[in-house]
């Protein structure tokens, strides 16, 4: 079977601009959730979210360019230039675009676009909208542009399955490396989902918390919204070898399934089954992985039904695993999590530094693993897990080794 490793990683976070500054901020356990700045508070229960705070799209689009973009697509473009630069690589002069291909999670597509035509046509009554309104809404404008930025003429598609978006992507660009459909692939996730429409619709499930997010705390009060994209470049790893590229990790497997219950609760049987389908998929042992970046969402559901999981993959090593849930930090992106947190799981490999679960306070008895809480640890990590499971009840779950 053909490896896979990643090339190049790029990022646009409520942490950081790039992939290097949002891996220092989760170090350093700093916390990008605050009061909300660019949605109006009135009326609105939580009022605090993390937002990718002076972003200037002047810096990096053109004003002609820039026409066509929802905030969700221009995530996804400034994260995927810092992908390919790092890796190296040049695609349109090389004759590499035939053999990539680029496949983006997003759980909403252009919120940003749809709010501002529903505002437009129903509160201020005008019915016409923008021209390119539906382009620049289709979720599958994220992989569509970065497809023609760099000339990629291989598989390009968008996935939306809500939390877990990013993972499926990535999942699914592991799967079509191996199979020798292309040599490399561009994959991750984007979302920009913080508008008035869109909170007051999570705020109506009453899952949003109030204060800050605090996984697996006993003091949790509910998941705290964010944005952000994160896009990699995988890699056939002899493909890789042969040019002398610098490999930040492989990418040794993915596990997905479904829930097939309820709608919006959690089942410990597919988180669970997930994460084994990862190991067996990964050929990895359970006794190799040392750390797991938790979906971890801080709501009363989710964090005790992943613990449980987690015991009954892991059994009595549960107790010795790190878990951390970074969503602490940078908030809960929707469909970008599983690619913002890819860049904490390839952190933790490279540097032996596992990110902390911040904002905790005490532990909830119906979690009762080592959370990393508050503080940043130095530990070895050659083997990881990263886990993202949706609404739906659709999982998937990714298997990392150090190189």
């Known amino acids: 079977m053909r490896r896979v490793v990643i090339t190049g990683q790029g990022a646009v976070t409520p942490l950081g601009a790039t992939a290097t500054s949002t891996w220092e901020g989760l170090k350093a356990g700093r916390c ?34 820039l026409v066509l973009l929802d905030r969700v697509s221009q995530f996804a473009l400034v994260a995927a230039r810092e992908a390919v630069m790092q890796s190296g690589l040049e695609f349109r002069d090389s004759g590499l675009g035939a053999r990539c291909g680029c496949i983006i999670g997003t759980g909403i597509g252009g919120e940003t676009t749809h709010d501002d035509a529903s505002r437009r046509m129903y509160a201020e009554g005008n019915p016409r909208l923008h021209p390119l ?3 620049r809404v289709m979720c599958n404008a994220p992989a569509s542009h970065v497809s023609m930025e760099f000339g990629l003429t291989g598989p390009a598609f968008a996935v939306a399955s ?9 999942a699914q660009a592991l ?17 920009a989902c913080l508008s008035l429409g869109s909170l007051r ?6 899952v949003l918390a109030d204060d800050t997010c605090r996984p697996f705390c006993k003091q949790r009060r509910g998941l705290v919204l964010g944005e952000g994209s994160a896009v990699f470049v995988l890699e056939e790893y002899d493909h890789a070898r042969a040019r002398g590229a610098t490999i930040l990790a492989e990418f040794a497997g993915a596990g997905m399934s479904a829930d097939a219950g309820d709608i919006v609760f959690p089942k410990v049987e597919g988180a669970a089954s ?20 938790a979906h971890g969402t801080g709501t009363p559901a989710n964090d005790p039904t ?59 008895p119906a979690c009762d693993l080592d959370y990393v809480p508050n503080v940043a640890r130095d530990i070895p990590v050659a083997a990881a897990l990263s886990n993202s499971f949706a609404f739906g009840g659709l999982n998937a779950v990714l298997a990392l080794r150090r190189v």
């Open 306 to 364: 992943e613990t449980r999981a987690i015991h009954e993959v892991f059994g009595p090593q549960a107790a010795e695993l790190a878990i951390s849930s970074t969503k602490s930090m940078h908030g809960h992106a929707l469909g970008a999590a599983g690619a913002l947190e890819l860049v904490a799981t390839i952190g933790a490999l490279r540097e032996g530094v596992v990110p902390p679960t911040i904002n905790f306070i005490d532990p909830d």
């Open 274 to 293: 997930a994460m084994r389908a990862a190991l067996a998929d990964a050929r990895m042992a359970s006794t190799e992985v040392a750390y797991i970046n």
């Open 133 to 135: 309104t539906i382009v």
């Open 162 to 170: 809500a939390c877990a978006s990013s993972n499926h992507a990535l």
């Open 201 to 206: 619709a999570w705020e109506a499930m009453r």
């Open 32 to 65: 990008a959730i605050g009061s909300l700045q660019s949605v109006p508070r009135e009326g609105l229960r939580s009022g605090v979210a993390a937002e990718v705070l002076h972003f200037d799209p002047l810096a990096h689009f053109d004003e002609k360019r």
């Open 175 to 191: 799967g079509i490396i191996r199979s020798g459909q292309a040599d490399l692939m561009l994959a991750g996730g984007t979302e």
